[in-house]
């Protein structure tokens, strides 16, 4: 079993429409949680980072942690073409060791 | 732009050869990762190097080795290429605080082809 699962869809949505985005994770130690938008063939590109549970807001995304659970979430509001990419989640344990374990990415397609 | 720069964007190569990717972090960022990322394994974490020292190290192949400089740019040695080598390999970078796992910025990677 994967530390980090993530559906790897494809999920299409009409635009306009709110994206829901999940990671499941095994590994308690995780403290440190961040999405990452990677369009084709381009390096990944951090969109939310946050520490511990709870909600964070930025713009049209939200990011949430549920540590109890082992899962968190990205919602994209009023969803754009222009948000058509891979969404990858990425957690680390923080400590001396900064590595990220990535999830495998949803990738996202937003239609006209 | 995330500032993380990678050289070069692509490499084709046969089986059997040795490469060297080149990675110059952000400036101020002390720690650099490299990570590959192929279809079928998603993106999967290699070494961390923080100011010239190996800090951590995942999955990383034998064959493949790295190292930072005294500049904090950062090198990425593939020998004895297999066609399993075929892939994206990003180099990332981050301030490299010790206490927590920080931002990552990534460059935008150098697609490798072994033939």
């Known amino acids: 079993q994967k530390e980090v699962e993530q559906d790897p869809g494809p999920l299409s949505v009409p635009e306009g429409a709110i994206v829901s985005l999940n990671c499941t994770y095994s590994?308690?130690?995780?403290?440190?949680f961040m999405w990452y938008r990677q369009y084709s063939r381009k390096g990944p590109e951090l969109l939310m980072y946050?520490?511990?549970?709870g909600n964070k807001e930025d713009g049209r995304f939200t990011a949430q942690v549920d540590k109890s659970s082992k899962y968190i979430s990205l919602f994209i509001r009023d969803s754009q073409p222009s948000d058509s990419a891979t969404y990858l989640c990425?957690?680390?344990?923080?400590?001396?060791?900064?590595?990220?374990?990535f999830g495998t990415g949803t990738q996202l397609k937003v239609e006209l | 732009d995330s500032g993380v720069t990678q050289t070069p964007k692509h490499l084709i190569t046969a089986t059997g050869q040795r490469v060297t990717l080149r990675c110059s972090p952000r400036?101020?960022?002390?720690?650099v990762y490299w990570y590959q990322q192929s279809l079928d394994q998603g993106l999967q974490f290699l070494i961390q190097?923080?100011?010239?020292?190996?800090?951590a190290k995942g999955n990383i192949l034998e064959r493949f080795s790295a190292q930072q400089f005294p500049d904090l740019h950062s090198e990425l040695n593939l020998s004895s290429l297999e066609l399993g080598d075929s892939a994206l390999y990003f180099c990332?970078?981050?301030?490299?605080?010790?206490?927590?796992?920080?931002?990552?910025?990534f460059g935008p990677g150098t697609r490798l082809t072994v033939l």
């Open positions: 990332a970078s981050s301030p490299g605080l010790a206490d927590r796992t920080d931002t990552q910025y």
């Open positions: 590994n308690s130690a995780f403290q440190y």
């Open positions: 946050t520490y511990s549970s």
């Open positions: 990425a957690m680390g344990e923080g400590g001396g060791g900064n590595k990220l374990t």
């Open positions: 400036s101020g960022d002390l720690s």
């Open positions: 190097y923080y100011n010239g020292e190996e800090r």
